[in-house]
């Protein structure tokens, strides 16, 4: 019964900001990892974003450092996706994705074993 649900999408402008949630159930958020990836039209599910479950080290593609924050509420189940400055090739469906994990987190979506159904951010003027 382990799920995880985004919420947080939509359409915004250029420059503006968005959060998305990751709403965990069905297990205890404090061993896991967890991680955002995004899928454009056309393109391959790539790494946004991780967290990690014990030392809370995260971890950011180079294309959002600097823009994007992730964070995590343990007591509520609940992982941030903190978006500012947004681009329109920020464009995607983004999911979160968990798996069993310690100090340090990667962004490899096969190492992530259950997923979210993903939330579409689309940034156009």
């Known amino acids: 019964q382990l799920q995880l649900v985004e919420s947080g999408g939509g359409l915004v402008q250029p420059g503006g900001s968005l959060r998305l949630s990751c709403k965990a159930s069905?297990?205890?958020?404090?061993?896991?990892?967890i991680g955002w990836f995004r899928q454009a039209p056309g393109k391959e599910r790539e790494g946004v974003s991780c967290?990690?479950?014990?030392?809370?080290?995260?971890n950011y593609a180079d294309s959002v450092k600097g823009r994007f924050t992730i964070s995590r509420d343990n007591a509520k189940k609940i992982v941030y996706l903190q978006m500012n400055s947004l681009k329109p090739e920020d464009t995607a469906v983004y999911y979160c994705?968990?798996?069993?994990?310690?100090?340090?987190?990667?962004?490899?979506?096969?190492?992530?074993?259950?997923w979210g159904q993903g939330t579409q951010v689309t940034v156009s003027s």
């Open positions: 069905g297990f205890t958020l404090d061993y896991y990892s």
């Open positions: 967290i990690a479950s014990s030392s809370g080290t995260t």
């Open positions: 994705a968990a798996k069993v994990s310690g100090y340090v987190c990667h962004m490899d979506k096969n190492e992530y074993n259950y």
